[in-house]
């Protein structure tokens, strides 16, 4: 019991200092070094940044889940059981916030989309947000929280995570102070959570963390 006791918490230890490791390199990323990355021009800086987040936030993780906890990270992740599924729950609540996005834009606020988007948008606003995000916080933290935790609590510390994990680059754009943005991506992250819980695949949230921000690029 000692011993397992000692190793549940080297466990523990060794997750937070993963977090905590790859929160000060995200931050040192968002708020000293994007002005380098985005000065390659429209088409290279993009790629730059992909990059970056997959170097930073995918490939740790993928590591971390292989050669410490010793599982398949497709596996582990949820990325390869239930994908019908998880994207069935993805289409299917993409669809909502289309609806939704539609209904405020046009009927609400007798506005129109922008469609004009750059290829950074395409690239890190929509499909590296929706996995490298994903794959960190419902993927990993979330699943390694539910292990110690009820899920409620841990789908709260996790979208807590998820919240500050913004704040750099909120930082970095002088927008730290619109607090109604806290709120709603702390309970955008509680969503996620309840979506990749009743799904019991990273594929619905991915799809709708994705189309989700592409609505909110285009308002």
């Known amino acids: 019991m000692f011993i397992t006791n000692k190793e ?8 937070i200092g993963f977090i905590l490791i ?3 390199v995200w931050t040192i990323k968002e708020l000293w070094l994007i002005d380098y990355i985005y000065s390659y021009g429209e088409i290279i800086s993009p790629l730059i940044e992909a990059l970056v987040k997959g170097v930073v936030w995918i490939f740790p993780t993928w590591l971390y889940i292989k050669y410490y906890l010793h599982n398949d990270p497709l596996d ?9 599924k998880g994207l069935f729950w993805g289409v299917m609540l993409s669809l909502l916030v289309a609806f939704y996005f539609t209904f405020q ?33 419902r993927g990993f933290i979330l699943q390694e929280l539910d292990k110690r ?24 754009n002088d927008i730290i102070f619109q607090f109604v943005s806290h ?17 019991g695949s990273l594929w619905a949230v991915i799809l709708l963390h994705a189309v989700h921000n592409f609505f909110v690029s285009i308002i």
């Open 76 to 84: 582990y992740l949820k990325m390869n059981v239930n994908v019908i």
């Open 22 to 24: 790859f929160y000060f």
């Open 8 to 15: 549940k918490n080297n466990d523990v230890k060794t997750m």
């Open 149 to 172: 935790l009820a899920f409620w609590k841990a789908n709260i510390i996790t979208a807590v995570l998820f919240l500050v994990v913004h704040y750099p680059i909120w930082i970095y």
């Open 105 to 137: 834009t046009y009927i609400t606020n007798q506005q129109s989309f922008q469609f004009s988007l750059s290829l950074d948008d395409y690239l890190n606003g929509f499909i590296m947000a929706g996995i490298a995000e994903e794959i960190v916080f």
């Open 183 to 199: 709120l709603y991506v702390f309970l955008l992250g509680l969503l996620f959570g309840f979506v990749f819980k009743k799904s």
